[in-house]
């Protein structure tokens, strides 16, 4: 069941019954089946939404809420960080002269300092595994996106046994991967529809055109710059733009790689709903040898941690449950919420059951 309830009156943990919209717009600004955080209020307020859809069990019930699922990072750390990327891409995006490259430099120096502070998390948390809460937000894709992809950068530097500098390089290059697409036309990167052969081209050059604007603003060194470069590169030389192979493609693409494609298929995008976790894990560890680098990928699934205790998740059936022991990090033991019933997945008779998405606790 659903109530409508006045946002003055929503709090952390309340579960949406539908899809909350922008006023007269159709931009959705948080998802049905979506645990709110004080940050989705915030944009909420931000955004004139006056009364929030929450999922009730009867009128006379509180609005359901889930159990908190800790995040590694902090809200502060990861506005701050949003905040930096966006005025990063806003200044590649303008025009080009000399006052916007003067804001692309302060920028970069904002965003130095994020990564410095990213590493210095992960690192005093050696031991704490990166989780889907530490990720996804649906609200402005493109730079929760390159957040994401220098967490889980980091992490996977990290389980190799990097140092500290070589962290801090994987996180600043993880952060700018994408930075060449604020040269493409936002239509074309956000079409719906199938791309022409042409507009596919265009959306192929983003990582040329990322690599020529650091250049031409000293932004980085050449290593830095050349990892922007590669990160679509294959190891069986079938990526691009230079069709490079095996240890021709430079470590820090190779690394950001394998992030930057679990976390692009495990979002939401205006054409296609997001996998569920494990579909994006069989999805990179069937490309081992033909995109990903086999040390990379083995690091990367042993800091990736699916779904963490309490995250709540909706099965294949449809019922939804709550995990309760993970140590079978891709087949966990879950409860169902309606029935306190405890399912070992990895047991014969549940295999048939699938994760099909995780319901956003963060």
């Given at each position: ?7 003055s009156e ?6 949406t019954?539908?899809?909350i ?5 159709t ?8 645990a ?22 009867s009128?006379?019930d509180p ?8 995040p590694?990072l902090?809200?502060?750390?990861r506005?701050e ?9 806003d ?6 002269s ?10 970069v120096?904002?965003?130095d300092?994020v ?5 210095e ?7 704490a595994?990166v ?7 649906y ?18 530097g ?5 140092g ?13 991967h994408d930075?060449?697409?604020?040269l ?6 956000n ?19 990322g690599?020529?604007y ?32 095996s240890?021709k493609?430079?470590?820090l ?13 495990t ?45 709540c998740?909706e ?9 309760t ?12 919420i309606?029935?306190?019933e405890?399912?070992?997945?990895f047991?014969?008779k ?13």
């Amino acid at each position: 069941m659903k109530k409508i309830i006045p946002l003055s009156e929503v709090s952390a943990g309340m579960i949406t019954a539908e899809d909350i919209f922008v006023p007269q717009e159709t931009l959705a600004l948080v998802f049905r089946d979506t645990a709110l955080t004080n940050h989705m209020i915030r944009a909420l307020r931000h955004h004139h939404v006056y009364n929030v859809p929450v999922r009730i069990i009867s009128e006379d019930d509180p609005p359901e809420a889930l159990p908190e699922v800790k995040p590694l990072l902090d809200e502060k750390l990861r506005e701050e960080a949003v905040n930096g990327i966006r005025r990063m891409f806003d200044a590649v995006s303008e025009a080009d002269s000399d006052e916007n490259m003067t804001t692309a430099y302060q920028a970069v120096k904002e965003l130095d300092a994020v990564v410095d502070q990213l590493v210095e998390t992960l690192n005093s948390e050696s031991g704490a595994l990166v989780h889907i809460s530490d990720l996804k937000s649906y609200d402005e894709y493109t730079y929760h996106h390159s957040l994401s992809v220098a967490v889980l950068s980091i992490a996977i530097g990290q389980k190799m046994s990097l140092g500290e500098d070589e962290l801090k390089m994987i996180g600043r290059c993880a952060m700018m991967h994408d930075i060449g697409k604020m040269l493409i036309p936002p239509g074309i990167i956000n079409k719906p529809s199938k791309l022409t052969d042409e507009e596919f081209a265009l959306i192929k050059s983003h990582s040329a055109l990322g690599y020529n604007y650091l250049q031409k603003g000293g932004i980085g060194d050449d290593r830095f710059r050349l990892g922007v470069l590669c990160h679509h590169e294959k190891i069986n030389g079938r990526g691009y733009p230079g069709g490079l192979n095996s240890e021709k493609i430079p470590f820090l693409s190779r690394i950001i790689s394998v992030a930057d494609v679990y976390d692009a298929v495990t979002s939401y995008r205006s054409y296609r709903m997001p996998l569920a976790p494990a579909e994006a894990l069989e999805i990179i560890m069937g490309d081992v040898g033909n995109a990903f680098d086999y040390d990379i990928v083995k690091a990367f699934i042993e800091k990736l941690e699916l779904y963490p205790l309490n995250t709540c998740i909706e099965l294949s059936d449809g019922r939804r449950a709550i995990v309760t022991d993970n140590a079978n990090s891709m087949r966990p033991v879950v409860r169902i919420i309606k029935t306190g019933e405890e399912l070992d997945l990895f047991d014969f008779k549940n295999l048939t059951l699938l994760i099909s998405r995780v319901i956003d606790n963060a």
